[in-house]
């Protein structure tokens, strides 16, 4: 019996150690929050890929010490680090001096107790440190931290929380070194560290921390102090691992291997560039990378993504509701690639490539003039999404010939050019009221010009969809000219036809406040009381991905690109953090792929494996048939 037991049990655990066999544990990738951290562990990720590795990515958990506690539970397998945080959070510092071999056997050797090592150093450095507007350093006189401890007590110093936070290489200990208390301390998330950048453009700090490796010191010409009483150690970036993992993945040492002092200082400023200046997604940036180098095999797509330039109509405020968002765009996106572009048709500039974004209200999505039979409304142009709700135009209908009283009385309608806001929104004017006029399309290089254009059009009524306050409607009301009424929209079907144009109340107090801030105001002698109107929303709009690209939630693969690329997730949730509106963008318009709510992920099976959940079946058998012979009752011999 006892021979017979020990047998069954032996076969019990060859098959449940079977059935964990069946479907190797992931590689489970970890990484902190900033460009180079996520950039690293994606390096890592990819390659362990190619290599047949199954890989979890678990990137941007948080600062050192929260990682580092992830992976002495386990719960990560790897991720990057720098020696000197590595060092910290043993308590221990090393001179900047000291060498990076050094500083990695001493690593070694405090981790090896841990199960854990470090890899050979990856060949940059991301050294934490202080700088100042190279131009306000000048004027205090500033070149190093002793200098700057002269002046702290009247300085405002940005930092992020995991920094302010640090016991051995953090503000606190900075301070005690050079005898520096600073007016006042702003703190950020450590995810958001390249706020401190904008705010110290914005003049909001004095001094912000900074890191070696990041790209806006160079951008913005910052002045680095100088750390003269050598407080912060060398940073140089390397993997920290659970030594049990490479027994598990032994090709992961040949991974480790090959990033030996494979990524320069320049190399990964430049990834850093495109991933936190240019808002491209980490991964795809990796992914081009290693294609480049030849370390993976797949098509490199365009060299240079398109810069994040805003196309406007030629009659849009450029100090108004385009200036604004252009300011938005701008902190967001801290690049002089950020810039306004004229166009008589915004959305098509999106279309043949030249700009990224178009400032637009909704009408211009749509094509009127038929009817699309899925939907019982005007037929959308391809290959455009709305990515961020800006605001709100409105229709101006201005009388251009004062004998014209009514909208069905028009013959001839001038608008914007072809293409444009206001053209599409004549457009759908027209059908849904079922107007004979003509449209006359009228341009103008700017706000005035196109003001002049459409009253020597010699049409009868002129329209526009714009915001308030936009300068050609000003133009039009100061020149004496009158805003006509709307009337019949709602008791026509128009608001299920068109349910992008909805009424509205345009009232001379709207536009009181632009008229009484305007040179030269001539007031508005034609426009004394309400009116009623339609509204729409202002949108920015980017280029969408086609149906088959779209599968994925990160943009188009590497070896198919669109003639204008899609916006990424990451740059379309900095672009609607940035404008900060909290109205939804109307169901009928395309939207950008993350803009969709995200439902709740149901957990995953826990074998999925057919084969091991039949094994895991006969196990379950065995036990039963084992506690069966081990409880029946012994009959005698």
Known sequence: MIIIRSTLSAMVLALLLAGCDLDREPLQVGGKQSPEDRIVAE???????AEGIPVQRRIGLGGSRLTMEALKRGEID?????????????????????????????????????????????????????????????????????????????????????????PVDGLGPLGRRYGMT?????????????????QLMDGEIDVALIHSADPQIEIFDLQVLADDREFFPRHDAAIVYRQAVLERYP??????????????????????????????????????????????DGELGEKDRQALSLAVSLSANADGEAGAVLRQLRRSFPTSNVNLVRSPDPLGAVA?????????????????????????????????????????????????DPDV???????????????????????????????????????????????????????????????????TALALLQRGLSLMEVDNWVQRNNRIV???????????????????????????TKFTRPIETLATQL???????????????????????????????????????????????????????????????????????????LLSVLAIALLVWIAWLMLRPVRPD
Do not use: C
Not at 263 to 270: H, N, R, S, T
Not at 409 to 427: H, K, Q
Not at 545 to 562: D, K, N
Not at 578 to 596: D, M
């Open 539 to 613: 949108v920015l709009a980017g280029p969408s991905a086609p149906e088959e690209v779209r599968l994925s939630t990160q943009g188009p693969g590497a070896s198919f690109i669109p003639r204008a690329l899609p916006l990424t997730d990451q740059v379309v949730e900095r672009i609607n953090s940035a404008t900060g509106k909290s109205e939804a963008i109307y169901p009928v318009l395309p939207q950008a792929r993350v803009l969709a709510p995200r439902l709740p992920q149901p957990p995953e099976s826990l074998n999925p494996s057919p084969a091991a959940s």
């Open 182 to 198: 600073f007016q006042r301390i702003v703190e950020v998330p450590t995810r958001d560290r390249s706020q401190l950048y904008e």
């Open 251 to 296: 090709a992961l040492e040949g991974i480790l291997t090959k990033l030996e002092g494979a990524i320069g200082d320049a190399q990964i400023q430049e990834l850093s560039r495109q991933v936190s200046v240019r808002g491209e997604d980490p991964r795809e940036v990796v992914r081009r990378e290693l294609i480049r180098l030849g370390l993976i």
């Open 43 to 49: 390096l890592i990720a990819e390659l362990a890929d």
């Open 498 to 524: 068109f349910p992008y144009l909805q009424p509205a109340r345009l009232a001379p107090s709207d536009y009181e406040r632009f008229i009484a801030g305007r040179r030269g105001s001539a007031g508005m």
């Open 405 to 471: 009283e009514r909208l069905a009385e028009a013959a001839t309608i001038a608008t914007g050019p072809v293409g444009s806001s206001g053209f599409r929104a004549a457009e759908s004017l027209i059908d849904g009221l079922g107007l004979s006029a003509e449209l006359i399309p009228m341009r103008g290089d700017t706000p005035d010009a196109l003001a002049d254009a459409l009253i020597e059009s010699g049409a009868d009524i002129a329209i526009l969809m714009q915001p308030l306050g936009n300068s």
């Open 352 to 400: 043949d490539a030249s700009v990224r974004l178009a400032l637009v209200s909704a009408p211009a999505f749509f094509a009127p003039g038929a009817v699309d039979p899925a939907t019982g409304q005007p037929p959308l142009r391809e290959g455009f999404e709305a990515v961020a709700l800006v605001g709100t135009s409105f229709l101006h209908v201005f009388a251009l």
């Open 78 to 166: 790897l991720y990057p680090e720098y020696t000197g945080s590595g060092l910290a959070l043993l308590g221990l510092a090393q001179p900047p001096d000291a060498d990076s071999d050094s500083a990695i056997e001493l690593l070694r050797q405090r981790y090896s107790p841990l199960g854990l090592s470090w890899s050979e150093p990856l060949g940059f450095e991301s050294r934490p440190g202080l700088a100042m507007l190279r131009g306000r350093a000048r004027a205090l006189g500033v070149r190093s931290y002793s200098d700057l401890a002269r002046h702290a007590g009247r300085l405002v110093i940005g930092v992020d929380s995991e920094f302010r936070e640090r």
